[in-house]
């Protein structure tokens, strides 16, 4: 009717109350830590580094086409703590590529715990960590002048670890709720659901791409070594690591990388060749100082702690280049810098003192270091 109010469909009691200030950060609070959950969740069960082996899934993440993006810091910080092998091997890619991931005649088991592109910082603390685990008898360390540089300390993915200090809970959830891992966690499921990966890196010694590769890596190599300094204290550095395995009445051995005659004539033309010495001397020096107590379980003849030299140019170091076609490659080399496990192989032959052929018998690969030799 006209002049009347009509009544509004919606009563006093039916309006909902306005959303309080401590509303809002409840939402807020839950909508955050839902996410949270999802983020880490993800990356946690797609696992891209290869840290559980629980986690493998077909067609999500049973490819880790990712696991090498980080040098494999994610995975021998944890591996550190819970491996049962008694053997261990620490270094660069060099360690990395030169050796198998695990021999299986080695008596009590033997595990490649090598991290690409790694220094002096990084192998300090992952044999620091290496010392706590009481399965492990005896550590076998791949050093060179890269690790000695005045390069940065750690790569990013290092403070993710347990190397860091931390404990496994932790280094789990750090790397769970890290940006890089979920990307690394992405691209790997994207990898399996598609058939991808990452060529660039499973295709880097393949034969047709050695002779380039051989070239480019002399080349990078020949720049670096133009601006390179020596620090002498990230090799004392080392050595504090060290000390923490010869307290544990763990065995050490330490030894310089073989390279290519190629890379050490480049190291003479940069004219670091002084440098590369005073590191043998370093070496030498500093494990003349100590006095450990004899290893509890060896692995190798001879004492706690020796240092080898597999550098310089012995005749495996002057074997020609692969050809350019890669119909034929180097049987001991993929490239300059790094070597296959067969030359790996012989290094470990030649520090348990087996009869090896040549060109890797003893009297042409391989010297211990002393005070009465360095020189």
């Given amino acids: 009717m006209p002049g009347t109010q009509r009544s509004s469909s919606i009563t006093t009691s039916d309006r909902k109350?306005?959303?309080?200030l401590k509303g809002y950060a409840i939402r807020l609070v839950a909508t955050l830590a839902a996410w949270l959950v999802l983020f880490g969740g993800f990356t946690f069960i797609v696992d891209p580094y290869h840290v559980s082996e629980w986690s493998e899934i077909p067609g999500v993440n049973e490819r880790r086409t990712r696991a090498h993006a980080d040098g494999y810091r994610v995975a021998v910080g944890h591996?550190?703590?819970?491996?049962q092998a008694s053997t261990i091997l620490f270094g660069s890619s060099r360690s990395h590529d030169g050796f198998p991931d695990e021999i299986a005649d080695w008596p009590g088991g033997f595990e490649n715990m090598a991290m690409g592109g790694t220094n002096a910082f990084e192998i300090a603390n992952a044999v620091a960590l290496a010392a706590e685990n009481e399965a492990i008898d005896c550590a076998v360390i791949g050093l060179d002048l890269r690790e000695f540089g005045d390069y940065p300390r750690a790569d990013a993915t290092y403070w993710l670890t347990p190397l860091a200090g931390g404990s496994r809970l932790q280094a789990h959830i750090q790397t769970s709720l890290s940006l890089d891992a979920f990307a690394r966690a992405l691209q790997t499921v994207i990898d399996n659901a598609s058939g991808g990966s990452d060529?660039?890196?499973e295709t880097a010694y393949a034969p047709e791409n050695s002779r380039e590769r051989f070239d480019t890596e002399l080349q990078k190599r020949y720049r670096s070594y133009l601006g390179y300094a020596y620090d002498p204290q990230r090799t004392e550095y080392v050595f504090r690591g060290i000390d923490a395995l010869l307290a544990r009445g763990i065995q050490v051995r330490?030894?310089?990388?073989?390279i290519h005659s190629r890379i050490e004539e480049a190291r003479w033309r940069a004219g670091i060749d002084d440098l590369d010495r005073q590191m043998r001397r370093d070496f030498v020096r500093l494990a003349a100082q100590r006095d450990p107590e004899p290893s509890r379980a060896p692995c190798f003849p001879g004492g706690a702690l020796e240092i080898w030299d597999f550098a310089g140019f012995p005749e495996v170091a002057q074997t020609g280049p692969p050809s350019p076609?890669?119909?034929?490659?180097?049987p001991w080399y993929y490239e300059p810098s790094h070597y296959r496990p067969a030359l790996g192989l012989a290094i470990l032959g030649r520090m348990q003192g087996d009869a090896l052929e040549p060109p890797v018998d003893a009297d042409q690969f391989g010297v211990r270091l002393t005070p009465e030799n360095v020189e």
């Fill in 199 to 201: 060529t660039d890196w």
């Fill in 254 to 258: 330490v030894f310089i990388h073989p």
């Fill in 17 to 20: 109350p306005p959303l309080t």
């Fill in 325 to 330: 076609s890669g119909d034929v490659i180097n």
């Fill in 79 to 83: 591996g550190l703590v819970e491996t």
